[in-house]
């Protein structure tokens, strides 16, 4: 069986490490982060391997922004020398995200991070993430969901119509391109 490298998210990886994206949303990561060079904080609520994470983490590096990372469970890629060097284990929170111990840690993190910053809800329920944790944003912000039209739609920001404000950020780019990632800045 050949692998498809341009579409196979399950076979993508980062310096290699897993990272479980399309190589279009890495793309628009770039795309994202040159436009937005005054993000502070980076939240990434499901690691699945780290990848993703280094992505993040290296874009901290050029911009200044801090990067934390959620997860059930710890990969074995955080010792690996790229995750060592960029210091993820450090920033890598271990926990439930809807057990009250997780739940408080991502809200208390949301309240005391420096803003704007990036929320990432990638991790095992995305509409679950995006409901319990957009509400503690703040106009600036912005939040992004992946697996765009497999596990998290447009009617999944209906609950929090008339909460928050979310103004759709390339999303006619990220259609164009095929990727799985859309996000959002909160508006006032």
């Known amino acids: 069986m050949t692998i498809d490298p341009l579409h196979d998210i399950f076979h993508t990886t980062f310096f290699g490490v897993r990272a479980?994206?399309?190589?279009?949303?890495?793309?628009?990561w770039e795309l994202f982060f040159n436009e937005h060079p005054d993000i502070k904080t980076v939240i990434e609520l499901g690691s699945g391997g780290?990848?993703?994470?280094?992505?993040f983490a290296l874009?901290?590096?050029t911009y200044g922004f801090q990067l934390h990372t959620f997860d059930r469970r710890r990969?074995?890629?955080?010792?690996?020398?790229?995750?060592?060097?960029l210091g993820l284990e450090k920033t890598s929170?271990?926990?439930?995200?809807?057990?009250?111990?997780?739940?408080?840690?991502?809200?208390?993190?949301?309240?005391?991070a420096l803003h704007p910053l990036l929320l990432f809800?990638?991790?095992?329920?995305?509409?679950?993430?995006?409901?319990?944790?957009?509400?503690?944003?703040r106009p600036?912000?912005?939040?992004?969901?992946?697996?765009?039209?497999v596990e998290f739609f447009l009617e999944d920001t209906v609950p929090l119509e008339g909460m928050i404000n979310l103004k759709p950020w390339r999303f006619a780019l990220a259609d164009e391109m095929g990727g799985s990632t859309r996000i959002w800045r909160v508006q006032p």
Not at 50 to 55: A, D, E, F, M, P
């Open 20 to 28: 479980i994206q399309h190589w279009s949303d890495v793309v628009l």
């Open 50 to 55: 780290h990848g993703l994470s280094i992505i």
């Open 59 to 61: 874009h901290g590096v």
């Open 75 to 85: 990969y074995d890629s955080l010792d690996w020398p790229l995750p060592k060097m």
């Open 93 to 112: 929170h271990v926990v439930d995200l809807f057990s009250e111990q997780g739940k408080k840690k991502v809200t208390d993190l949301l309240q005391t």
């Open 121 to 137: 809800c990638d991790d095992g329920d995305k509409p679950r993430e995006f409901a319990a944790f957009v509400p503690h944003l």
């Open 140 to 149: 600036g912000d912005h939040v992004g969901v992946h697996d765009w039209g």
